[in-house]
């Protein structure tokens, strides 16, 4: 894929995020299929971060340590979402 053709993919990907940049969903670039190693490159090589996941603090209580190893595994994970800076798709 040349550039403006992923430029176009990414553009339909999408949406707003509060920063005031562009969010895309990971999955949704996977979706794309073969050309999905393409995207997520041209996304990186536009300033595109992979957007950070707060873990969840367990209050403690019976399931405290399920839930806090599912949160340590979850960390080790590809990013869900990636957001790129303001004017990157203009």
Do not use: C, F
Request: net charge positive; hydrophobic share 40%; proline share 7%.
């Amino acid at each position: 894929m040349d550039d403006d053709a992923i430029r176009a993919v990414v553009s339909r990907l999408a949406r707003q995020h509060p920063s005031g940049g562009r969010v895309v969903e990971r999955a949704a670039v996977l979706a794309e299929g073969t050309d999905s190693t393409a995207i997520l490159s041209w996304i990186t090589d536009h300033d595109g971060r992979p957007e950070s996941v707060t873990p969840v603090k367990a209050a403690g209580g019976l399931h405290r340590e399920r839930i806090t190893a599912a949160a340590g595994a979850a960390s080790g994970q590809a990013p869900r979402r990636y957001v790129l800076p303001p004017g990157v798709l203009n």
